[in-house]
C-alpha cells in the first residue's frame, strides 16, 4: 500500500484534519505538520514520520513514529509503542469506542503506555500522561 502522503499526491499535510474512519491494514502518515489524524482500528501498523505539531487518534496492532517533534497520540496498541529519533511525544490512553473485533484487534490488551525509545539519548523523549479514566482503569485492576 502506498503512504497516505502517496496516494493522495501530496509532498506534505499542513494544517489539515485527516480523517481515515474505516478498518485499515497500514497507515502510514510523511511530513506532516500542525494536523489533526484519526484512523478507525488497523490490523497492522501506523507508522509516523517526519511529522511536527500533530494530534493523532488511532487504534491498532503497531505504532511507530521516526523523526518527529511534540506529538501527542491518543492510543489503543496491542504491542509496545516505538519511538525513534523522535522528541517531545506524549502518550495518553484512546478512550474511544470502537468495534476493535472487525480488525482481529482484542479490547483487553491496550500497552498504549509502555513505549519502547529506541532513540540513543538518556534524555526522556515522551511523555505518559495519565488522565483520571486511566487512574481509575489502573486503581480498579491493582485492587481486583
Known amino acids: 500500500k502506498k503512504s497516505l502522503i ?4 501530496r509532498k506534505s499535510f499542513q494544517e489539515c484534519c485527516i480523517l481515515l ?3 485499515l491494514a497500514t497507515v ?3 511530513d506532516c505538520e500542525e494536523c489533526l489524524i484519526v484512523t478507525g482500528p488497523c490490523r497492522g501498523s501506523v507508522f509516523i514520520r517526519d511529522c511536527k505539531n500533530i494530534t ?7 505504532f511507530r513514529s521516526r523523526d518527529c517533534i511534540n506529538i501527542d497520540v491518543f492510543l489503543f496498541c496491542t504491542t509496545k509503542p516505538i519511538i525513534e529519533s523522535s522528541k517531545l511525544m506524549r502518550f ?3 478512550t474511544l469506542s ?3 473485533v472487525e480488525a ?3 479490547p483487553f490488551i491496550n500497552n498504549w503506555n509502555n513505549v519502547h525509545d529506541f532513540t540513543p539519548d538518556d534524555v526522556p523523549n515522551f511523555e505518559i500522561c495519565i488522565t483520571v479514566s486511566s487512574q481509575l482503569i489502573l486503581y480498579f485492576f491493582t485492587y481486583i
Open 104 to 106: 482481529s484487534l482484542s
Open 56 to 62: 493523532v487518534f488511532t487504534i491498532s496492532q503497531q
Open 6 to 9: 502517496e496516494s493522495n499526491n
Open 98 to 100: 470502537y468495534d476493535k
Open 21 to 23: 474512519l474505516d478498518y
Open 28 to 30: 502510514n502518515v510523511d
Open 92 to 94: 495518553r490512553s484512546l
